[in-house]
């Protein structure tokens, strides 16, 4: 079975980023031109990164090299603070645990990848709102040939994309939610998760799972 968890804003305290041809850290957020002055770099992961190259072409390029690590990146298991994606990541191999992330698409969980502030939740700032006509070139690690089910823990405003990236994937995709209407989820199964908790549910859906505890249908 493989995993996909969508991501969190909280992220590790001093967690390395990318830098800028001048040395400069670059902060990811959704909309940079909401920025303040204040002489950081600001970037969306598609903006030219000052030679051609978007900051998103120079991120795969960077986790195609042999090992090498020189900015001190974090894979995505170890980039976020909830414990429930060290867990996941204990439990289960890199090949099977993903992370959906608003600013990268969908990566694998030992993807290096740079902090950032971008997110779905309306409940954001405007500068890391991400919206939803945005063009952003996600990536997509999951191998939509493959047949083995997936399972999804993430909110409904982060399920848009993670039908758009999983669409025609061949195995079975299980959803959950929490809510009295259950979401649109063209393709998949959903299942409702009952709980008491309405912040960040699906961290303990999750949780349930690695318990061994949850029951799909």
Not at 183 to 207: D, I, L, M, S
Request: charged fraction near 25%.
């Amino acid at each position: 079975m493989i995993v996909i968890i969508q991501c969190a804003g909280s992220k590790v305290e001093g967690a390395a980023t990318l830098r800028s041809g001048d040395g400069r850290a670059v902060r990811f957020v959704a909309q940079p031109e909401l920025a303040a002055s204040d002489g950081a770099l600001y970037a969306r992961p598609d903006d030219d990164s000052g030679d051609g190259v978007s900051w998103r072409e120079k991120l795969l390029v960077y986790n195609q090299a042999d090992g090498a690590n020189p900015l001190g990146l974090l894979p995505a298991s170890r980039l976020y603070k909830p414990p429930i994606y060290s867990s996941l990541a204990a439990a289960l191999p890199a090949s099977k645990l993903f992370v959906l992330s608003a600013g990268w698409g969908l990566i694998r969980s030992d993807f290096l990848t740079p902090a950032y502030d971008i997110t779905f939740s309306t409940q954001a700032k405007p500068i890391n709102l991400r919206k939803k006509s945005a063009r952003y070139d996600d990536f997509c690690a999951l191998d939509l040939n493959d047949d083995q089910p997936v399972v999804f823990f993430g909110g409904k405003d982060y399920l848009p994309l993670f039908c758009a990236l999983t669409w025609g994937y061949r195995g079975e995709r299980s959803v959950f939610y929490n809510a009295q209407i259950p979401p649109e989820a063209p393709g998949c199964r959903v299942q409702r998760f009952n709980t008491k908790r309405k912040t960040n549910w699906h961290y303990e859906c999750a949780e349930v799972f690695l318990r061994g505890d949850l029951c799909l249908r």
